[in-house]
């Protein structure tokens, strides 16, 4: 059987994927139990009912990306689009940022999905044996972990404490519960235990799906049994980038992270750096201020996202010019068969809905305002909203690495980074996740700088530097294979993370 390293979100969600391993999985068992254990186990973070992508490479074959990621609702609906479902929200985190949840953000959840579809494609266990870490983790409770508790100071009472289920699992006499604090959900292990036994269908078309929709229906929301029926995950060639000898594996439109991550690499240059220095900082800056604008004014409101992303790609290489004359998780898995998963998983902010006894968080992605700009108008019925998420293999010779990060916008901008300092300066994994991060930020009325200590920019935009390094700025998690060197796997101090390395 093959021998399994993992970089994760958590060590709960690490001793998942290990469980796994020892049953005889390889990367794509252990890195989707790790990846089920994060989405059941991180309240206002991830949620099963959400959307996921999972990147796969296998030795000798083509890179696939699975999409799983959340549809526009609405399948056989004639009444209006139910906008008054969906109530707005204003919280100060991340420097203050509006949302919309309730049952009208609602839209139709791709993760289990893409779960099944991975395992029957890539797996060596049965999809039921994959829920069996989750579904302990439910029944015995689990601890809140402190990122999670950190955004619920903010979203708890708005969001999460919109249900009396939820609000019963996360607070304590009028109070959020502590961090460390047991969480029991209520009804969730029987859900996870039903999945496992009686497999996806139960959740896009048994009862589980039958209960999801009423609920939504009855408070409002345009969530149909058609929506559920029809979702299907799909399986789509990878987009392929190169940087320092390394094919790069990342996610392809109609997502659009993994053509404004390309489009980095490319405006960036993929040769090899023998020396960091200023001039490369001040090259970077200006790579995601051009790369991001495309993409604010242009890629984001395309309809034909495809092609947009296929001119990004082609505008990035004319970048290179320049220089040569001047609530997301994620788990990375490899194994010494050579073949490695990227996973990542996303359920927004939360719509803060929980269908009775089902113990299920439904997202709020069609709420998500930043990223879907459409908002609740979006259509057709059936397509795809807009993705951050870039689940990302690399392949250099017999050498494998999996990378991903969390983060909203700062997803793609973490990973350049991690791409640079790893495969182009060649530091080790470890080190180059501690690396300073820097990100242009244009969520806002005018552009900004944000910085990590340790790295300066001479950029005329407005600059926020940061007393610590945080969560704000990704959280990437890597984990790489190679038949003469072994085994390396990290995970990001600026989250709770946590690593599976095999001995021996």
């Known amino acids: 059987m093959p021998r399994v390293a993992v970089a994760t979100s958590s060590a709960l969600a690490a001793d998942a994927a290990g469980e796994i391993a020892e049953l005889g999985g390889n990367a794509v068992d252990c890195a989707l139990a790790a990846a089920l254990l994060t989405a059941n186990t991180q309240p206002g973070v991830c949620a099963l009912a959400g959307s996921m992508y999972v990147t796969v490479w296998r030795r000798g074959e083509a890179p696939v990306t699975i999409d799983g990621n959340v549809a526009i609702p609405g399948i056989g609906r004639t009444d209006a689009a139910r906008a008054d479902a969906a109530v707005p929200v204003a919280m100060d985190y991340g420097g203050g940022i509006t949302t919309l949840v309730g049952t009208g953000s609602v839209a139709v959840p791709g993760t289990v999905a893409a779960v099944d579809l991975a395992s029957q494609r890539f797996g060596a266990l049965a999809f039921g044996q994959l829920f069996g870490p989750s579904i302990r983790a439910a029944k015995e409770g689990f601890p809140l972990p402190s990122a999670c508790h950190y955004y619920l100071e903010y979203s708890g009472e708005p969001i999460y404490g919109r249900s009396r289920a939820g609000y019963d699992a996360l607070f304590d006499n009028d109070s959020l519960r502590a961090a460390g604090s047991t969480i029991r959900l209520e009804g969730l292990a029987d859900s996870l235990d039903a999945i496992a036994r009686e497999g996806a269908g139960l959740f896009y078309s048994g009862e589980l799906a039958r209960r999801i929709v009423a609920h939504v229906d009855a408070a409002g929301g345009p969530l149909t049994l058609q929506d559920m029926q029809a979702y299907e995950a799909i399986e789509r060639p990878s987009l392929l980038c190169h940087a320092a000898g390394w094919d790069i594996a990342c996610n392809p439109p109609p997502a659009v992270g993994g053509a404004v991550l390309a489009a980095m690499i490319r405006g960036f240059g993929d040769e090899v750096v023998e020396k960091w220095q200023q001039a490369h900082v001040e090259r970077l800056v200006e790579t995601q201020r051009q790369v991001l604008d495309i993409r604010r004014s242009e890629l984001d409101l395309a309809e034909d996202r495809d092609a947009a992303a296929n001119d990004l790609l082609r505008r990035s290489r004319n970048l290179l010019d320049t220089w040569t004359s001047a609530a997301t998780v994620h788990t990375s898995a490899v194994d010494d068969d050579g073949l490695a998963c990227a996973v990542t ?160």
Request: charged content about 20%; proline content about 7%; glycine content about 14%.
């Open 345 to 504: 998983a996303s359920a927004g902010y939360g719509s803060g809905e929980i269908p009775e006894g089902t113990g299920l968080w439904l997202n709020n992605c069609l709420g998500e305002l930043e990223l879907n700009r459409r908002g609740l108008s979006a259509a057709p019925p059936g397509d795809r909203l807009p993705s951050n998420m870039a689940p990302t293999v690399a392949r250099r010779k017999d050498a494998v690495l999996s990378l991903g990060s969390p983060g909203a916008d700062r997803i793609t901008t973490a990973l350049h980074q991690f791409i640079i300092h790893a495969l182009q300066r060649g530091l080790g994994i470890e080190e180059a996740i501690r690396e300073s991060r820097l990100h242009v930020d244009m969520s806002g009325d005018s552009d900004r700088l944000m910085l990590e200590p340790g790295i300066e920019s001479e950029s005329s935009l407005p600059q926020v530097r940061f007393a610590a390094t945080g969560m704000y700025f990704g959280g990437v998690s890597a984990a790489s294979w190679h038949p003469a060197d072994g085994f390396q796997a990290a995970s990001d101090p600026r989250r709770e993370g946590g690593v599976l390395l095999p001995t021996g």
